[in-house]
């Protein structure tokens, strides 16, 4: 198979903002009034590059049914915009014409545009450079990990059997226990002290409870249903094609306030700017799916499960993708890889906004009016290539503990071994 390269590129008319002064001298009549334009340097308001590789004879290679790789791709679409207008006005304190007249410039336009970028600015690559790899790495091993699982992880459940059952008795137990703890403090505590122990004594309760509901139970009915469905989907006679996805995003704000010196008039001004970026990572493999497909009774499972049941092994999961690791290293003796391929999304916003306008020169000029302009850029660029097959550890780009359930699980994991020590008695 042969690839050309080739590239495009397009964009609008230049654009250069523009100030428009009036010099007054009225009634001066040896003096005519003038209107001068004061352009800036010319932008591109709107500019799109695409480069990419082209396979010769794609669709008939399609056609004849051969896999044809993913290949690289790059679009970059860049806008920029002034928005709003100022308007202001120097009025001399001195009669200096010959007619001894105060002369007034009043000026209109892109005032912003025009003094403080004069030209395109530099795009603020806010998301760090080992934060933006670290991200395409995660997302590329989590996809390899889930590549041929099923809808459960059937021996990691079979291999805590004996957990499961006892937990079905505990239950009442902590009831008990829940209970009696709650007569015993109303007999030997008064007040707050009461009331503090009985606290206490329920977020322990709830917090065991939450964690058995978690990751006793619900587990279970997850269990339950793939077995289910298992039985129902049976067995497929010949290979199909299955995807494996995984995706991650990340994101970075930026603000400061500057300001910009010219001539006798100060600009001050804030600089706003939004970066944000997503990763989307697929294979797609070709194999025959069976019950043991769906209920995670696989090679890879036999070999991961040592991780599984490691303990708290899921918390470190949450920051570091130990579990990806291992299971996207794991063999996988029955699949056919099919294709690859990694979509990256980034799109970088930037605003400047006005602020104010302070005239420096107040022996000679009085300032009325201000800026009210700005300039809005923004850039999206996607890319799209094969993420090859190697996986790595990482910390983990978004710990998802603003999630509510998440936070929870934290919180009551937290109290159990502060329980545990002591620490809490």
């Known amino acids: 198979m042969t690839s050309v390269y080739r590239s495009r590129s397009r964009a609008t008319a230049p654009y250069p903002p523009v100030i428009h002064q009036s010099n007054v001298y009225t009634p001066c009549t040896t003096m005519v009034p003038a209107l001068v334009d004061l352009p800036g340097v010319s932008w591109f308001q709107d500019v799109e590059s695409t480069f990419d590789y082209v396979t010769v004879n794609y669709w008939s290679l399609k056609r004849a049914g051969v896999n044809l790789p993913m290949n690289p791709f790059t679009s970059v679409k860049s806008k920029y915009q002034p928005f709003g207008s100022s308007s202001y006005t120097f009025t001399a304190v001195v009669a200096d014409t010959p007619c001894n007249q105060k002369v007034t410039f009043s000026r209109t336009g892109n005032v912003l545009a025009r003094y ?23 997302v590329t091993t989590k996809a390899l990990a889930s ?119 100060r600009f001050d001004y804030q600089v706003k700017a939004f970066h944000t970026m997503e990763c989307r990572v697929k294979y797609v493999d ?91 850029m923004s850039q999206t660029t996607i890319q799209r290539n094969q993420p090859g097959s190697s996986a790595a550890l990482v910390i983990k780009n978004d710990f998802h503990l603003d999630d509510y359930i998440r936070a929870t699980d934290a919180i009551a994991i937290i109290n159990q071994l502060l329980h545990t020590i002591g620490f809490s008695r």
């Open 286 to 376: 070709s194999y025959k799916v069976t019950p043991y497909n769906h209920l995670g009774l696989t090679f890879v499972n036999v070999v991961g499960v040592a991780w599984e049941l490691t303990h708290f092994s899921f918390v470190v999961d949450w920051f570091v993708n130990v579990g990806d690791l291992i299971y996207a290293n794991i063999p996988r003796v029955n699949l056919v890889e099919v294709s690859q391929s990694r979509g990256i999304k980034e799109v970088k916003d930037q605003l400047l906004i006005p602020l104010g306008m302070v005239n420096l020169n107040t022996v000679d000029w009085v300032l009325t009016g201000g800026i009210g302009d700005g300039v809005h």
């Open 147 to 265: 590549r041929g699982q099923g809808k459960t992880n059937l021996i990691e459940s079979l291999a805590e059997l004996d957990k499961s059952y006892r937990m079905f008795g505990t239950p009442f137990e902590n009831v008990i226990k829940f209970i009696h703890d709650f007569r015993r403090n109303a007999r030997r505590r008064k007040g707050f002290s009461r009331v503090s122990a009985n606290s206490r004594d329920f977020i322990q309760f709830a917090s065991s409870e939450w964690l058995r509901f978690r990751y006793g139970i619900s587990p279970l009915i997850s269990d339950i249903k793939a077995v289910l469905k298992a039985l129902e989907t049976g067995w497929e006679k010949s290979p199909s094609n299955h995807t494996s996805r995984s995706v991650g995003s990340a994101q970075a704000v930026y603000s400061v306030s500057s300001s910009l010196t010219s001539g006798g008039q």
């Open 116 to 138: 403080v970028w004069p030209d395109k600015p530099v795009w603020l690559a806010l998301i760090p450079t080992n934060q933006y790899d670290a991200l395409v790495a995660e």
